[in-house]
């Protein structure tokens, strides 16, 4: 018995901002927003899928942002999303501690970390 993937990751969302998870998730990184099933929709949140990058916020009654636990996503030109997101106005944290990988970190409207990486090429 092995674990062989992740399905999706789980974040939290305070009720009722479903506009600004569109805005950040579909209109800055470019994640589809999919239809939740009947079921799950009418608790609230948002799904936002792309091949196999699958991020599902749900709706967190006494809600906390994750601060430190993240999602980390790789672009292939963070250099350019970094450029997207600033110009937004959402501040964009380099991260140098290790030399191989160029990354940075974003929260999303909620407060919610992210992690951008650079997508290795030739690997």
Known sequence: MTITAIDHVQLAMPEGREEEARRFYEGLLDIPEVPKPPVLAARGGCWFELSIVKIHLGVEQDFVPARKAHPALVTDDLPALTRKLE?????VTPDHALADTER???SDPFGNRIELIQGRTGA
């Open 104 to 106: 940075c970190f974003v």
């Open 87 to 91: 110009a937004v106005g959402i501040p």
